[in-house]
């Protein structure tokens, strides 16, 4: 994940509070800056590990659009006062019972976790006033799918000469039997191909709203 601006690095320390889902707390989560998905594949492994039994009712969503370009607001590295961040891409956590759906974003300044309706509200906002290159697309993934499905050389984070843009995390590259970097089958936006389903806003809001 590369933002498209600069932007500065900011802090969160809210606590996992309203919700009896055993995820860790933020200052307690596996986190490297700008590897978002890994971020999220941790959290899912977590959850694999410790509480299998809500694996069915978490997912890891990539948003992303065929140009590359997102905005999505209440970003903590963000230099602007409205958390404003354009993005290549990125991925949050979610988790959706019977009654009640979070997101898990350790990259926002809203509160982790965070109700989807205020992070649809605050972080996502309307597609309604942004410029159609700029609309968001949502690849969802059920927990077990990415865990099983994922793998990340990391390759798309370093530069023309090979340095990283961003120091990557300090344990070893996520793979799979079948693949050692798949990363972009994530995310491209591209509705009917590879994992998960590709959902426009709309859709993604009926689905978890």
């Not at 200052?27 to 700008?34: E, G, K, L, P, R």
């Not at 099983?148 to 990391?154: E, G, H, L, M, P």
């Not at 693949?179 to 978890?208: E, H, R």
Request: with cysteine.
């Amino acid at each position: 994940m590369e933002p498209r601006e600069k932007a500065d690095e900011g802090e969160n320390v809210s606590s996992n509070q309203g919700t009896d889902f055993n995820i860790p707390l933020i200052q307690d989560c596996v986190y490297t800056s700008c590897f978002c998905e890994e971020n999220v594949w941790k959290l899912c492994e977590h959850v694999q590990q410790n509480c299998p039994e809500h694996q069915k009712n978490c997912f890891c969503v990539f948003i992303s659009n065929l140009e590359k370009k997102i905005p999505l607001w209440c970003q903590k590295s963000s230099s602007e006062e409205d958390g404003l961040v354009i993005w290549d891409y990125h991925v949050i956590f979610v988790y959706k019972s019977k009654d009640k759906c979070i997101v898990y974003d350790m990259d926002t300044s809203l509160p982790f976790p965070c109700d989807i309706e205020e992070y649809l509200s605050k972080a996502i906002r309307s597609d309604a006033h942004i410029k159609k290159e700029f609309h968001r697309f949502f690849r969802v993934i059920p927990s077990e799918e990415f865990i099983r499905t994922f793998a990340s050389d990391r390759s798309h984070m370093l530069n023309k000469e090979g340095k990283w843009i961003k120091e990557p995390p300090n344990y070893p590259c996520i793979q799979t039997k079948e693949s050692t970097n798949n990363i972009q089958d994530f995310i491209n936006m591209c509705p009917g191909t590879a994992y998960g389903t590709v959902m426009d806003l709309s859709d993604f809001t009926k689905k978890f709203h």
